[in-house]
Nanobody, 123 residues
């Protein structure tokens, strides 16, 4: 069974950093394109960062480019999102996801979703 499990969410103050993780089981993460999505209260879920399978090319939404970094550890079969200079508007439930191709995940055609982890940025 293909599964993703996020961890590492929490409450931080504006300007602080936080790293969230996603562990894959039942499949090899490197064989899939993966990404991070988020959903804030009252808003639609949005894709914020993607990483292609195998060659690991990364992509970012304008709202997080320069502040967030996506990475994949093939030995540990994990996906990570390093978030710096956090803002109140980054508050959301963050989901990791994997798809057969980069085109699929960019268009939210997802094979596997994680359960989500809450990130709250507040003073």
């Amino acid at each position: 069974q293909l599964q993703l499990a996020e961890s590492g969410g929490g409450l931080v103050q504006p300007g602080e950093s936080l790293t969230i993780h996603c562990t894959a089981s039942g499949f090899t993460l490197e064989d899939y394109a993966s990404g991070w999505f988020r959903q804030a209260p009252g808003k639609e879920r949005e894709g914020i960062s993607y990483i292609s399978k195998r060659d690991g090319v990364t992509y970012y939404a304008d709202s997080v480019r320069g502040r967030f970094t996506i990475s994949r550890d093939n030995a540990k079969n994990t996906l990570t999102l390093q978030m710096n200079s956090l803002k109140a508007e980054d508050t959301a439930v963050y989901y990791c996801a994997s798809s057969a191709s980069l085109v699929d995940i960019v268009n939210s055609r997802v094979n596997v979703w994680g359960q989500g982890t809450q990130v709250t940025v507040s003073s």
